[in-house]
């Protein structure tokens, strides 16, 4: 099988041009030092010029917006059938070895191969072949590095899932869905009026998001692949924060309709909303816990606001947050471990992390406009927005605040982030 | 090197060759019309289409469309917008003769609707904004009512942050888009 293999790449060697990338498309921006990173060598893929899209750097730079590794250049030309030199490869401390090639077939799909070595043992640890349009080629490199990141960290990766967020420009808001690094950005929305707070279905097939096409808030779904969409809810007064259960079968709205902001839960499909939180203020900004059984939420009742929890079923209210007087957007991890949220600090706001277990809190960046947090879902970043030099970014962060990087996309004005789910298989 | 992990190497580099082999139908797993391009943009979702004005279904009855007209620019030399303090829902007495302009109009045109549309300046989360301004046209309402105006002439809704009357994030701009306005439908 192994010659058969080779026979056939040797077969389209003749469409390899060179080996080294003409000028670097690295473009997310990733900053800072983590302290237990794996560092895994890359190799440029073979024949990768002759593709618009440059798999070995799009690996690269996945595997360095984890935060959990740091990559290098072999410096060598290698496959993925070259019998590397692991001395040499040591030598550049790197305890991973990535080959790979690409190859334009006749018909004018790409074959794109890999092969993940422990360069310390010399161990082939395996590989895949996919043949793709060109259009798909980025999709092909993010499922690689989820591939490298699983072998080697023993969680999922998270590279080829999906975000949501909006862009103004103008009078002009566009909902955009794009890969994980954020590029690939395809418009699934825009409107001469605001467009906020998208949130994903579990099953990734829909967003839930506020829109003021119609003078005031109104909650729709959205199925992605159709662009169909619905109106969930329309009720007298403002109808926002959607955000899905687990099952995906009903949401949280923020509704109106009885005076103050309150905290609903109504049918995916729409319908009569069924009251959850009672104040005479604000009750806004809930998500489910990852069990379903229980809402977080944000509430002036004690005064400032702060986060709340409270059982789904109804029960007791329980505090959440306690420090500071400004304590907004929850998160929580699909794990169930940790909630992200924004808390003003000195005037600045800032994205900070409460390891629920023990209700410590830890914050995680320098910058001072940070908004709307959202995990990926393997638990191990945090997607949000802030302000760069006065201007909007979309930023992923370890949950130790250790790496951050900003993500490709719009060059202003670029909000309201949030990260979908695993794709189903 | 003991049998467990070489059974797994030898299972898992087993798995890969076939997976190699069989690389077409692998790929047939990957969710690639999800991803290439024409799925979400093959479906464009247009602007969404403009609300039919209220006007155009009353446009059968002429005398009716006239006074609509007339309802919807709400009472003359009043002012429409009220303006709050920082981090305050309290409808200041310098507004309280234009509330009561207001209340005088809707009590005055039984079928005038206003919808009273509560913004904040930019600082803080959009969602939470959006809920201070709700607060914000709820305050109004609430002065609207005590006044006597029907609570069916009255709808309170928010913009948040959205809106801004004025650009900038200076405390000059922030005070202007601290508000409440009056659109009259």
């Known amino acids: 099988m192994i ?34 990173q794996i560092p895994i060598a890359i190799a440029p893929f073979k024949g990768q010029a002759v593709a618009n899209q440059k798999p070995a750097l799009i690996v690269a730079a996945d595997l360095e917006r984890s935060g959990q590794f740091r990559s290098s250049d072999p410096g060598v030309p290698l496959d993925e059938t070259s019998r590397p030199d692991f001395a040499s490869i040591r030598q550049q401390n790197a305890d991973a070895l990535l080959t790979g090639s690409v190859t334009k077939l006749p018909d004018g799909r790409f074959d794109v191969r890999y092969r993940l070595w422990d360069a310390i043992k010399g161990q082939d640890l395996g590989g895949q072949s ?39 420009q103008g009078n002009r808001h ?153 304590n907004i957007s929850p998160a929580l991890s699909p794990d169930g471990k940790w909630l992200a ?27 001072q406009m940070d908004e709307r947090p959202s995990f990926a879902p393997n638990s191990k970043l945090i997607l949000y ?25 719009q060059a202003s004005n670029i909000r309201e982030p949030h990260w979908g789910p695993f794709p189903k298989p | 090197m003991e049998c467990p992990l070489s059974k797994f190497i030898y299972a898992f580099f087993l798995t890969t060759l076939l997976s190699a082999c069989a690389s077409g139908v692998k790929l047939n797993d990957v969710p690639v019309e999800d991803k290439s391009g024409s799925a979400v943009s093959s479906a464009p979702v247009p602007a969404p289409e403009v609300q039919p004005a209220p006007e155009a279904k009353s446009a059968v009855a002429p005398v009716s469309t006239v006074t609509s007209d007339n309802l919807a620019a709400g009472p003359s030399g009043v002012t429409k ?19 009561e302009g207001h209340a005088q109009f809707l009590k005055a045109n039984p079928r005038a609707k206003v919808s009273l ?54 405390e000059s701009a922030f005070s202007q888009n601290r508000r409440a306005e009056f659109f009259y439908r």
């Open chain 1, 130 to 168: 996919f043949v793709v349009v060109a259009s798909d080629l980025r999709l092909v490199a993010h499922k690689i590095a989820d591939q490298v990141y699983e072998k080697l960290t023993g969680d999922k990766g998270i590279f080829s899932t999906r975000i949501a967020y909006v862009t103004k």
């Open chain 1, 3 to 36: 010659e058969t293999s080779r026979n056939l790449l040797t077969f389209f060697c003749v469409f390899v041009l060179a080996l080294i990338p003409a000028r670097a498309e690295v473009r997310v921006d990733v900053s800072g030092v983590g302290i237990t």
């Open chain 1, 385 to 409: 927005s802030t302000q760069i030099l006065g201007r909007e970014a979309l930023m992923t962060t370890t949950l130790d605040g250790k790496i951050t990087a900003r993500l490709a996309g």
């Open chain 2, 81 to 99: 917008v009220i303006y709050f303090d920082y981090d305050s829902f309290l409808v200041k007495a310098e507004f309280q003769s234009a509330i």
């Open chain 1, 174 to 326: 566009t909902l955009w869905v794009a890969d994980a690094d954020g590029e690939n950005a395809q418009a699934a929305l825009t409107s001469p009026e605001p467009i906020i707070s998208p949130s994903w279905s579990p099953a990734g097939d829909e967003l839930a998001y506020v829109s003021f096409e119609s003078r005031k808030p109104v909650v729709y779904v959205h199925e992605v692949l159709s662009g169909k969409r619905r109106v969930v809810a329309n009720f007298k007064g403002s109808n926002s924060a959607p955000s899905w259960s687990p099952t995906g079968k009903s949401l949280v709205v923020t509704l109106s309709r009885d005076g103050g902001s309150q905290v609903f839960t109504i049918d995916a499909k729409g319908g009569d909303p069924k009251r959850i939180t009672q104040s005479g203020g604000i009750d806004t900004e809930a998500v489910f816990s990852s069990d379903g059984s229980a809402i977080y939420f944000v509430s002036d009742r004690g005064g400032s606001p702060q986060i709340y929890r409270t059982p789904i079923a109804g029960g007791p209210v329980q505090r959440v947050t306690f420090s500071g007087n400004y």
């Open chain 2, 117 to 170: 549309e509560g913004h904040t300046d930019e600082r803080g989360g959009r969602e939470y904004n959006l809920a201070l301004g709700q607060k914000r046209a709820d305050a109004v309402r609430q002065s609207l009512s005590l006044l006597g105006v029907s609570a069916a002439q009255v709808e309170s809704v928010s913009f948040g942050e959205e809106k801004p009357a004025a650009q900038g994030s200076d």
């Open chain 1, 341 to 367: 949220h924004i808390s003003r600090v000195n005037g600045r706001f800032k994205l900070h992390l409460m390891e629920l277990a023990t209700d410590k809190v830890y914050p995680l960046t320098d910058t």
